[in-house]
DNA sequence: AAGCGTTTCAAACTTACGTTTTAATTTGAT
DNA sequence: ATCAAATTAAAACGTAAGTTTGAAACGCTT
């Protein structure tokens, strides 16, 4: 009669990736967790420890095969013959987000959110752990960004990295400051197809923009 | 010997906005305010009723004047002889956001990333307080992006100004996606007149961008 | 079927939260 | 100086949080 379920560590990282991108961190608790996980609510502590390490294992299923997609991508790129243009660049970040975004069973764009909540939740997590581990992918884009816009100075190139990685992370999040003011259109429609037929101009039109005299 | 401290009320109200930037509404205990702000826990139901109406006090405190500011500088170039030019109009918003965070007396930079962290809180305080009564804030701009943009249309416009916004606000706000990878060396020297310099060239090339086929 | 490690369950524990209450204190006008 | 109003103070309230506990239920090998 029913589907049968994934087994209750599966689940109850589904449902808290779904809450803690709803709610946040401090917003969630692990009664709404196991609530709507329907599992009991020591089960938690018992697969994950606590509540923090939850957290991590929720933000690390998705964060490492994301960022293992971006390098992949870098690979492609540096083997083939022609030399990269900036689009293919951004295009390298993009469609990763993309397919995480198409893929329900991968959470769907839930985790670019999580992602962006995190970030400007400022967690330990962001600060200790990940930082070291994964600043592989960081140095791989300078690196192949420098190539592409040799004319860019070095503080130069990390601002333009900053703001373009920032507007891509936010147009996949969903994040629109607009709705503040107004009920925004642009955002409740969240077609991913359309984010990056707008989002693509935008961001290579700033990287490639003549520096500030 | 010591300063003349302001109010309880002001004092309550100057520790909430940091607090609540660094640790968000959720992770922010009535117990830390008052504990920080030197006053005795039932201030704050005193004087602001709760803790809901608390943070709306602090919000408006700043997006008000912060609005006001903007629509002033649209006026101002509405006056002028001379057409607006995109520039214009992004700096319409960015010295208000610079002024803001100059004075150290307005909360300095804070207020900008309180508001990035309410947005991705999702606070009821913008879906349902503000959203209707800063409406002229988008309107003004859209208005304005309209006259100096005018080959693009109404969807493409409506992506661009979420685009430029959010790429502004976060540029304020100091969240920088990279620093989950590796310690940025963008965000930590956060000197207003730095980010101008870089932001302007970006978010008007951005922009200004012809659209995408 | 028995035994054993793993997982689930209901319940309780400690702590911290926002809020309320009531009394003490300060303030300001007469 | 006095009195009423405004403010501060200390304590307690009820609720919900994360975590822990010990027994019951389950799954698997023998």
Same mark, same amino acid.
């Given at each position: @009669? =029913? ?10 990282? %589904? ?14 608790? !692990? ?6 996980? =329907?599992? /009991? ?12 390490? !939850?957290?991590?294992? &929720? ?28 689009? %293919? ?32 939740? /400022? $967690? ?14 960081? $140095? ?7 190539? +592409? ?7 130069? !190139?990390?601002?333009? @990295? ?5 507007? @891509?992370? /936010? ?6 400051? !607009?709705?503040?003011? &107004?009920?925004?259109? &642009? ?6 197809? @359309?984010? &990056? ?10 990287? +490639? ?5």
């Amino acid at each position: @009669m =029913e589907a049968s379920k994934p087994d209750t560590a599966t689940r109850i990282l %589904d449902v808290s990736e779904r809450l803690f991108v709803e709610h946040g961190f401090e917003g969630t608790s !692990l009664r709404m967790i196991t609530q709507q996980a =329907e599992v /009991n609510l020591a089960a938690v502590n018992y697969h994950f420890g606590s509540k923090d390490a !939850l957290f991590e294992s &929720v933000f690390m299923r998705r964060l490492a095969p994301l960022v293992a997609a971006c390098l992949a991508e870098l690979d492609r790129l540096e083997a083939k013959q022609e030399a990269a243009v900036v689009e %293919d660049l951004v295009m390298a970040f993009i469609r990763p987000c993309l397919a995480l975004s198409r893929d329900p069973s991968k959470g769907g764009a839930l985790f670019v959110r999580l992602l962006s909540r995190t970030l400007v939740e /400022n $967690h330990r997590l962001l600060r200790e752990t990940i930082s070291q581990q994964y600043s592989v992918f960081v $140095h791989r884009f300078a690196k192949a960004f420098k190539e +592409v816009l040799p004319w860019l100075g070095e503080e130069e !190139l990390a601002w333009r @990295m900053h703001l373009a990685f920032g507007i @891509m992370f /936010n147009a996949f999040a969903g994040n629109d400051v !607009l709705k503040i003011f &107004v009920r925004s259109q &642009v955002v409740t429609a969240r077609d991913p197809d @359309m984010i &990056v037929k707008h989002l693509l101009p935008f961001v290579v039109a700033g990287l +490639v923009a003549p520096a500030q005299g």
